[in-house]
C-alpha cells in the first residue's frame, strides 16, 4: 500500500519558518523526482519544488532564495525548509512523488496534504 506520510505543516506569522516532511513508503520501482506543490483557495495546484534523484532542483520563482528542498534517498523522504514566510504562501502544500516501474511509464503518488498558514 502506497503512502506519503506529510508532517510539519502550521500556523506561523510572517517572516517565521516551518519545514514540512514527506515520507513515502510502499511504491515500488525507481523513485525519479520527488516534489512539493501547493494550492491556494480559489487557486490552481502549482509546483513549489522539486527534487530529482541525482539532486536536480527547481522551485517556483516566488520562493527563490526562500525556501530549500532536500531529499534522503534512503529514507525515502523529502523535506521542504521555508523561511521568511509570507502571507501569500499560505495554502494546503502536497507532497509529490513520481517513480516508475522498469517498462511502464512514470506515475505520480500525492500526499493527503498539510496546511501552511502564514498571518501578517
Known amino acids: 500500500q502506497v503512502q506519503l506520510v506529510e508532517s510539519g505543516g502550521g500556523s506561523v506569522q510572517a517572516g517565521g519558518s516551518l519545514r514540512l516532511s514527506c515520507a513515502a513508503s510502499?511504491?515500488?520501482?525507481?523513485?525519479?523526482?520527488m516534489g512539493w506543490y501547493r494550492q491556494a483557495p480559489g487557486k490552481q495546484r502549482e509546483l513549489v519544488a522539486e527534487?530529482?534523484?541525482?539532486?536536480?532542483?527547481n522551485y517556483a520563482d516566488s520562493v527563490k532564495g526562500r525556501f530549500t528542498i532536500s531529499k534522503d534517498n534512503a529514507k525515502r523522504t523529502v523535506y521542504l525548509q521555508m523561511s521568511r514566510l509570507k502571507p501569500e504562501d499560505t495554502a494546503v502544500y502536497y507532497c509529490n512523488v513520481r517513480a516508475r516501474r522498469p517498462g511502464t511509464l512514470p506515475r505520480d503518488y500525492w500526499g493527503q496534504g498539510t496546511q501552511v498558514t502564514v498571518s501578517s
Open positions: 527534487i530529482t534523484t541525482d539532486g536536480m532542483t
Open positions: 510502499g511504491i515500488s520501482g525507481s523513485i525519479n523526482a
